[in-house]
């Protein structure tokens, strides 16, 4: 079974430091795409940072960046200088070629950042 | 910025009673998705449309549930009977591609209680 795991139901920081979010997945695929959403308490999902797999170089967005552990089937997302609006519900997703390209989702992190 | 919408954003119904969801996809966009999440669960995939087609869908699209594009604009999801299972949040998505890399743009979902 293709699976997401978050480990971490919630997280809290403080504003200016920074978080990281662990995501690990299972798959037997090869090729294959990850992703992070970020669901604001409005509920619309916004697309942070995404990653190919074949690439070996960590994704970045600004303030957002991954820590893609291959081997490990690791993909952690690191927030820094976090800030009040980055408070939300975060989704580690992963999509590959024989399943249509259907996103699979973890069950998400709630994050709480505290001024 | 172009964005998914969705009607309506809160529907209650009766067991049993047929219901249909709206959502009005990226305009330029070509392949279409239902998500749902139950309270407290993960997003769960059910069905990606394109051209008239369904192109993949999940165990959870039963012969209870279908999807039309019924003119150029909409993409509607009908529940035939509803359970009181089908309570959840359903996400309609779209983007321009069918492949790994290409964003699923997400609607801010219409909340299902089925009563």
């Known amino acids: 079974a293709q699976t997401v795991t978050q480990s971490q139901p919630e997280m809290s920081v403080q504003e200016a430091e920074t978080v990281t979010l662990s995501c690990t997945y299972d798959?037997?695929?090869?090729?294959?795409?990850l992703f992070w959403y970020k669901q604001p308490p409005s509920r619309q999902m916004i697309l942070v940072i995404r990653?190919?797999?074949?690439?070996?170089q960590n994704a970045t967005e600004n303030r957002f960046s991954v820590n893609f552990q291959k081997a490990a089937k690791s993909f952690s997302l690191k927030i820094s200088d976090s800030q009040l609006g980055d408070a939300a519900m975060y989704f580690c997703?992963?999509?590959?070629?024989?399943?249509?390209?259907?996103?699979?989702f973890g069950k998400g992190t709630s994050l709480l950042v505290t001024p | 910025e172009p964005e998914v919408t969705q009607t309506p954003s809160h529907q209650v119904t009766q067991m049993g009673q047929e219901v249909i969801l709206r959502c009005v996809p990226i305009?330029?966009?070509?392949?279409f998705y239902w998500y749902r999440q139950i309270l407290g669960q993960k997003v769960e995939f059910l069905v990606s449309?394109?051209?008239?087609?369904?192109?993949?869908k999940s165990e959870i699209f039963d012969d209870q549930f279908s999807v039309e594009r019924p003119d150029g604009s909409n993409f509607t999801l009908k529940i035939r009977s509803t359970k009181l299972e089908d309570s959840a949040m359903y996400f309609c998505?779209?983007?321009?591609?069918?492949?790994?890399?290409?964003?699923?743009?997400f609607g801010p979902g219409t909340r299902l209680t089925v009563l």
């Open positions: 798959t037997s695929e090869s090729d294959y795409y």
């Open positions: 998505a779209s983007s321009e591609a069918r492949d790994g890399w290409s964003e699923q743009f």
């Open positions: 305009s330029n966009h070509l392949y």
């Open positions: 449309f394109y051209n008239n087609e369904i192109s993949e």
């Open positions: 997703a992963y999509k590959w070629r024989n399943s249509g390209y259907a996103l699979n």
């Open positions: 990653q190919e797999a074949y690439k070996q």
